[in-house]
């Protein structure tokens, strides 16, 4: 990480395209199923649609110099990213582990896919990820974990992972890049969706892996060309469009997720607040020490099913949505889609909405 800018900079800079007169400044998509060959049956850069693009090279280049990557993949959806990787580095007899209290996909696929196949497949909640891991020969860690907010120590987890041979793969979803630098504090690859904060409208579905292990990397591509979990040109080009203002949405949604966590830890009606940017959250210390901004996602309960709903009936400002980063402040309630949390339990993510407005909506609508 460049640690001479901003996040605001780092996002333009990483966009930016080659100062050459008559260029354009904003990059065009190209959306390309084939290519024109050479008559000498030279092998071009570009030759079908499934295996490279001009767009995808803009986006991954962007996303590797923000993630601190030597080079970065762009895939279909964050879940395509992340099996991707898993079918790489998996075998029949060996011990993965992924995370109990994370996104819920992660352990259905390894339970449907992996087990069968000869896989032990072990889950463990953010606290008990490094006890987990011991004798893992892959470790899937994701942190801050989505939804209960939980932090990963991944200093910790990378050294243990380091010293037995085990590759750890860590989701940077939640924190984003802008908050956090898995590789630099050891894991062997990053993997997120670019769906939720790093686009942040709404309006797509993207995924990426990172990292700067040459043979790992190119495992990884080998995968994709085969699978095909590609994303389209013209869906690489709305998030590359998107990564340029993404430090100046994340600072304003970081800042909002911090008054809300504030405001709703002293309000009667809620009866417990988790986010890590909380000097009293379970996790601060840990979260201090590993990331830059604390995302903007937070989780609170309320006394049940009812008072979410009767939340979002009240405000003005926050929706019912699932997923998380978009531009609008949207409440989840977690339940309803089986994670193990109560019926009061929410997930909130803070929008760009002006920090004062959003406080005071929310606090109306409590009641």
């Keep these: 990480m460049d640690g001479r800018y901003g996040d605001s900079t780092r996002s333009v800079k990483a966009v930016g395209s080659e100062p050459v007169p008559g260029n354009p400044v904003a990059a065009a998509p190209v959306p390309a199923s084939t290519y024109h060959l050479s008559p000498d049956e030279a092998e071009p850069l570009d030759s079908y649609g499934r295996s490279s693009n001009p767009t995808w090279r803009r986006l991954e280049s962007a996303l590797a110099e923000l993630e601190g990557a030597a080079t970065a993949l762009t895939f279909g959806s964050g879940m395509a990213a992340i099996t991707s990787v898993l079918r790489v580095l998996v075998e029949p007899g060996m011990k993965l582990v992924v995370p109990a209290d994370g996104y819920y996909q992660v352990r259905r696929y390894a339970a449907e896919y992996f087990a069968p196949r000869g896989v032990e497949v072990v889950t463990a909640s953010a606290a008990d990820m490094c006890a987990a891991s011991s004798d893992a020969d892959v470790v899937f860690a994701e942190t801050p974990v989505n939804p209960g907010l939980d932090v ?18 860590v989701d940077n979803t939640t924190a984003t890049p802008l908050g956090q630098q898995p590789l630099s504090l050891g894991a062997d690859l990053v993997v ?35 699978a095909g979990p590609i994303l389209g040109a013209f869906e690489a080009w709305l998030v590359l469009r998107s990564l340029g203002s993404a430090g100046l949405r994340f600072e304003r949604q970081c800042l909002n997720a911090q008054a809300l966590a504030v405001m709703l830890r002293a309000h009667p009606a809620v009866r417990s607040v988790r986010y890590p940017g909380l000097p009293d959250d379970p996790s601060h210390r840990v979260a201090t020490s590993q990331m830059k901004r604390f995302g903007g996602v937070l989780a609170v309960e309320l006394q049940d099913a009812a ?14 949505s699932t997923s998380f980063g978009g531009m609008h402040s949207s409440v989840d309630r977690r339940a309803r889609w089986g994670d193990p949390v109560s019926d009061g339990f929410a997930r909130i993510s803070a929008g760009i909405e002006d920090t004062d407005d959003l406080v005071a909506d929310v606090e109306q609508a409590l009641g």
């Design 192 to 226: 997120a969706s670019a769906t939720k904060a790093l686009s942040g409208h709404s309006d797509l579905i993207a995924g990426y892996v990172a990292g700067s292990h040459a043979e790992l990397m190119a495992a990884v591509e080998r995968e994709r060309v085969l």
């Design 152 to 169: 990963v120590d991944l200093h910790h987890l990378a050294m243990q992972c380091r010293g037995r041979g085990a590759v750890l793969v």
């Design 307 to 320: 008072a979410v709903h009767e939340l979002v009936a009240r405000s003005e400002l926050l929706i019912a």
